[in-house]
């Protein structure tokens, strides 16, 4: 959430970022008129409460002196009354101005492209070379059904659209991405997390999917519970309303766990394959620092992210989001997209952003600087990996003309020393 004093002090420099995300001025001066209206109604009622206490002094002087005091109660009970009034007025002032500040997004870095749509994107570096192969290549999907470790049709029977079952050497390829993931993300300083997958209300909004994505998750019906649309969620919150000792930053998590997205408005899109499912696992990665670490911080995530895709000897590019292409809650996003074959295109694999301290003030997670005083974190998240979409860039990238697929050879000890992907009896 973006600093209200801030927008006030600052308020042409907040409507010119936040134009190059889409947020028209008039959304900015709404929220200030109705920002005036609560603050002038703070000082109404706090005058007239002042006033209110120095009648109620007099009331009891009068009464000392066995004087009636009969028509100056009555006029505070009006007052008390008006009082009751201006608060509840004040709540109501509260809670709007609240709502329109939670619906901004963060302040993009001087350093993002510009651009209403995702063209636009600058290309940072470029990793690999690309396959040529002396056969038409085959999707991902296709493979995996002509091997028998991807069951899109099952899937689809037993939970709906996008969905599947891995099987065997299928399953065993996931769980092998994502134990090295794990593996690497630990020696890279990160603490391993087995978070919860499901969150209340008050946790997605600390991340800035509530109020905005209300509509884009599953949420347990009459219950305050919903399932993650990533493992940036429980662990970002892992510290909500705490102050974390300056002394442990920078805090690193990471943590695999599935991810529930509806993918609402993606209709048509990606409808085959691993890309866009409603259910897929992911490694996440989140960090804590001090404002004045956070974008070194960024680079060194996204630096990581590279170095498990060139472990896995998979061809990719790192590119820089848009202003409006990058998340709700980000001032800076990398992006990470692997090479795939068959659609003869990068696709996204990863996402490295910094918030700056724009979730860290939605949660309420400080640290104390070297004056004592509290200041907000800045936090960090990261895909160090979607596993599915490594799966699809692993059997898209290493697949054979006999329809068999090369195992990287940084997973092999993870499959029990396979290998080849062989058909499925």
């Not at 004056?371 to 800045?378: E, I, P, W």
């Amino acid at each position: 959430m973006l600093d209200l004093k801030m927008i006030r002090q600052e308020t042409d420099f907040v409507k010119e970022k936040l134009a190059t995300r889409g947020i028209k001025a008039e959304e900015i001066d709404e929220l200030l008129a109705l920002d005036q209206q609560r603050r002038d109604l703070i000082v109404k009622s706090e005058g007239m409460k002042a006033t209110r206490n120095q009648v109620s002094d007099e009331i009891s002087q009068l009464k000392r002196n066995k004087e009636s005091a009969n028509d100056k109660i009555a006029e505070m009970q009006k007052v008390s009354k008006d009082i009751k009034a201006l608060d509840e007025e004040l709540v109501e002032l509260e809670v709007k101005v609240q709502d329109k500040t939670s619906r901004l997004p963060n302040i993009p870095n001087d350093n993002v492209p510009i651009g209403l749509t995702e063209e636009g994107s600058v290309e940072l570096r470029k990793w690999g070379d690309i396959r040529h192969f002396d056969f038409k290549p085959k999707s991902h999907w296709e493979i995996g059904e002509d091997l028998g470790i991807l069951d899109f049709e099952r899937g689809a029977k037993v939970s709906g659209s996008r969905f599947l079952y891995y099987v065997g050497q299928g399953a065993r390829l996931e769980r092998a991405l994502y134990n090295f993931f794990l593996d690497q993300n630990q020696e890279a300083g990160f603490k391993e997390v087995l978070p919860p997958y499901m969150v209340n209300a008050a946790s997605m909004y600390g991340t800035g999917q509530f109020p905005k994505f209300t509509e884009d998750v599953y949420k347990l019906e009459d219950e305050d519970e919903i399932l993650i649309p990533t493992a940036e969620v429980p662990l970002v919150n892992y510290y909500r309303d705490e102050v974390i000792p300056a002394e442990k930053l920078p805090v690193r998590f990471t943590a695999l766990s599935p991810a529930f997205r509806s993918e609402a408005g993606s209709a048509g899109k990606d409808t085959r394959g691993l890309i866009r499912l409603h259910q897929f696992n992911k490694v996440e990665m989140v960090q804590f620092t001090k404002p004045e670490d956070s974008w070194e911080a960024l680079e060194m995530m996204t630096n990581h992210a590279e170095e498990l895709l060139k472990l896995l000897g998979i061809p990719y590019h790192v590119i820089t989001l848009t202003t409006s292409d990058m998340s709700f809650t980000a001032a800076m996003t990398h992006d990470l997209e692997v090479w795939l074959p068959f659609q003869d295109r990068y696709r996204e694999i990863s996402s490295c952003s910094n918030t700056t301290d724009f979730q860290a003030r939605r949660a309420h997670i400080q640290y104390r600087d070297e004056n004592g005083k509290l200041q907000y974190v800045n936090a960090l998240n990261g895909s160090g990996l979607a596993v599915g979409r490594a799966v699809a860039a692993i059997l898209e990238n290493y697949q054979n003309e006999d329809g068999t697929v090369t195992i990287p050879e940084v997973l092999r000890p993870y499959m029990g020393g396979a290998e080849i992907i062989t058909k499925e009896d």
